[in-house]
Nanobody, 120 residues
Framework: QVQLVESGGGLVQAGGSLRLSCAASGSIFSINVAGWYRQAPGKQRELVASITSSSSTNYADSVKGRFTISRDNAKNTVYLQMNSLKPEDTAVYYC??????????????WGQGTQVTVSS
């Protein structure tokens, strides 16, 4: 069964740091593009950061200079390092990835979500 498993969320004080991980498992060959999204209560899900297969990155203006997305191809894992966290970063964070499957085609997957809460 192919799945994305997220970890690393939690409660942190403003100014603190967290690192989220998103590990792809199952019958996959590799991760193509991947991204982290977040959804705060009463708001739409928004793209926070994305990374291509060649490790080109893109960030939402609200997190530029504070968040860093990276990938470890050997581990089929994508990370989101979050520094200088603010209360407005509080949300459920979701990993999304387009995976190259061993069956010979690509498919999009979502993680289950991990809660990040930043206290003031």
């Amino acid at each position: 069964q192919v799945q994305l498993v997220e970890s690393g969320g939690g409660l942190v004080q403003a100014g603190g740091s967290l690192r989220l991980s998103c590990a792809a498992s199952g019958s996959i060959f590799s991760i193509n593009v991947a991204g982290w999204y977040r959804q705060a209560p009463g708001k739409q899900r928004e793209l926070v950061a994305s990374i291509t297969s060649s490790s080109s990155t893109n960030y939402a203006d609200s997190v530029k200079g504070r968040f860093t997305i990276s990938r470890d191809n050997a581990k089929n894992t994508v990370y989101l390092q979050m520094n200088s966290l603010k209360p407005e970063d509080t949300a459920v964070y979701y990993c999304h990835a387009r995976l190259f499957l061993l069956r010979g085609y690509e498919h999009d997957y979502w993680g289950q979500g991990t809660q990040v809460t930043v206290s003031s």
